[in-house]
Every structure is written in structure tokens, then in C-alpha cells.
């Protein structure tokens, strides 16, 4: 996207430091003009350093670049078996796209891919995800189910409670999980989760999990998300380097794909239930064709989401877009 040049200098600012050109120009052995038109580039990225006379270029607060080494440092051995592959890309149209495209050429299950940042990042019905470079995770790992996309029934959910015990462990405050595939903290939406299948309902299914984190999204006030949103550096005083978010992320997921195969979503009903941010809330339940409403009383074993409807009835939802009704 970007050239060679560009990626070396976006390396050298990532510390947040000030560069001169003379300095860059040394280092890389071209002229200050070359320097100054590879900066430039960087607007690609939405990066756009500081310059200041006699001082040079700066990325204010920096930059924690992904690496693949440090990733895998700091994961268990495990977790590190069932990672087939890690692709670290500087930007893509959409993470999860790039794996189910990498499907027609065959890819082996617990490849994962991250991306600095998505030109085209998606969330549930394909609603945009913002994804500015370097301040995020966005990662997509591909599972293989032998049982068939039957057996997937509150993946989501499992995958949401991941995300839930993560953001605890790190000390955020209030994380709750909004049925079905978001992650709450304050009631401002700092995660959510996307998962694409391709296959058949009873043979071998191939599911592409997609996770996107907001670390420190707020240092750009100008991006325009369609509800109440926030970031990790928000919620906590001490904000962990990315790369070992995005370890623990994959840990964590890598580790919990084998018990959803065994145990299905009853190893995380619990987990959820406790996490639940829409129980015993007033909801409206907006499906093709009308509006219910209702009172949420969590979920079954299947995943679905139970309803209070306002004769009495209990009804499961399976798909539908839910919202707390504003009294």
C-alpha cells in the first residue's frame, strides 16, 4: 500500500520521538526529499506525523506496531499447537474477508489473521466497523467443525464471554455482553464479534471468527460510529502494550475452540448469564417484518434469546435485532 521507505520510517517514528530528515535520510540512505514524499505516503494509513522546524517528524503518543514474534512470545505452548499460521498485514479490506477468500485456496485450521487497519471492516448486517490504523485489534482466526453448522449454536456467545473475562482480567469496570455478539463496558459498546461460515448444515463447516477490539480508539475524536461507544485506554489507568492484548487474545480463543467442540455453548451458558447485559431489561425485539416487545430473560442452551412477551409467553430468538426500550 504503502512503499518500502514509508513502512521503514512509520517503523523508526513508532516511538513517539521526534525525527529529523537529516537523521532519516542517513539512516536510510536517501535524500530528505525521498523522506519527505515517504511521509507523505503516510496519509494512506491515516497517519500524519508532526513536523516541526529543526526538529523534525513525530507521531504523537506512537505507535505499538504488531509483531508476530512478540505475539507468540507471550503465549502458552498450548495455545501456540493450535496455531496453524499468523499473517500480520498492514491493512486489508476486511480480516475476515481474507481468510474466507485464503478458503478456495485451502488454509488449515487456527490460521489467524491481524490487520493494522481495515479499509472495509464489517460488523453484524453489515454495518461498518471503524478501523484506523495501529490503534486496535482486528483479528479473524479460521476453525474447521466436523459436526456441521448445527453443532456452531452460541458460538458467538462463547467467543463474547471470552472477551468479557479478558477485559475483567485488565481491570475494566461494568463489561457486559449485549446479545448477541457485542461487548459492553458502561454501556458503550468496546467490542464485537463477527463470525462467517461457509460449508453445509451436516458435513464439515468452516467458520471464520471475527473479533474487533477498541484499544485506543478515542485519540481520534473525528470518527463517526452509528451508537455510544469506548475504548481500553478510557477505562484504565495502566493500557498493556497491543501485542500482548492481542496474545491473550488469541490465547484465550485458540484454548476455548476445543471445549466448544465437545461441550457445545453449555461450557459458557454460566459465563454468559453472569455477563448478561440485557436481562430483566424492557426490549424491543425488531425482526423482518415487525417490532415486539418484550422482557429479556437471558438465553437457552442453544443460544437464543429468551423473551417475555407481553401476554405471558416466553418466545426464543435465534436472529433479531435487539434494543433496550427507552421508558
Keep these: 500500500m504503502v512503499s518500502q521507505l514509508a513502512n521503514n520510517i512509520l517503523e523508526r517514528l513508532s516511538d513517539g520521538n521526534f525525527h529529523s530528515g537529516e537523521e532519516l535520510g542517513e539512516q536510510f540512505s536517501v535524500s530528505r526529499s525521498a523522506i519527505w514524499k515517504a511521509v507523505k505516503q503516510l496519509d494512506q494509513l491515516g497517519i500524519r506525523p508532526f513536523s516541526v522546524q529543526g526538529k523534525g517528524y513525530c507521531i504523537q503518543d506512537g505507535l505499538q506496531l504488531l509483531d508476530p514474534v512478540k505475539i507468540k512470545t507471550n503465549m502458552s505452548n498450548n495455545s501456540l499447537a493450535l496455531l496453524s499460521e499468523l499473517d500480520i498485514l498492514q491493512a486489508v479490506g476486511s480480516t475476515n474477508q481474507h481468510l474466507l477468500d485464503k478458503l478456495a485456496s485451502g488454509i488449515d485450521s487456527g490460521s489467524v489473521c491481524l490487520s493494522e487497519m481495515q479499509m472495509q471492516g464489517r460488523g453484524r448486517h453489515g454495518k461498518p466497523w471503524q478501523s484506523p490504523f495501529g490503534l486496535n485489534i482486528y483479528l479473524s482466526l479460521y476453525w474447521r467443525f466436523e459436526q456441521g453448522a448445527a453443532a456452531l449454536a452460541g458460538l458467538s456467545l462463547a467467543v463474547g464471554t471470552i ?93 476455548m475452540l476445543p471445549q466448544f467442540e465437545q461441550h457445545g455453548f453449555s461450557a459458557f451458558e454460566k459465563d454468559w448469564q453472569a455477563n448478561d447485559g440485557l436481562y430483566k431489561q424492557n426490549v424491543d425485539v425488531k425482526l423482518a417484518d415487525r417490532t415486539l416487545q418484550g422482557i429479556a430473560l437471558g438465553v437457552d442452551e442453544q443460544g437464543h434469546i429468551l423473551v417475555q412477551q407481553q401476554d405471558g409467553q416466553v418466545r426464543a430468538f435465534s436472529s433479531a435485532d435487539i434494543s433496550v426500550r427507552m421508558s
Excluded: F
Design 163 to 255: 472477551l468479557a473475562k479478558l477485559l475483567k482480567n485488565y481491570g475494566l469496570l461494568d463489561v457486559k455482553l449485549k446479545w448477541p455478539n457485542d461487548v459492553m463496558c458502561h454501556g458503550k459498546k468496546i467490542a464485537g464479534v463477527l463470525l462467517e461460515l461457509a460449508g453445509d448444515a451436516v458435513g464439515p463447516c468452516h467458520v471464520v471468527i471475527g473479533v474487533g477490539l477498541n484499544i485506543a480508539s478515542t485519540r481520534l475524536p473525528t470518527i463517526k460510529v452509528d451508537q455510544p461507544w469506548t475504548d481500553m485506554e478510557s477505562q484504565i489507568k495502566a493500557l498493556p502494550e497491543r501485542n500482548l492484548i492481542a496474545a491473550q487474545l488469541l490465547e484465550n480463543l485458540l484454548i
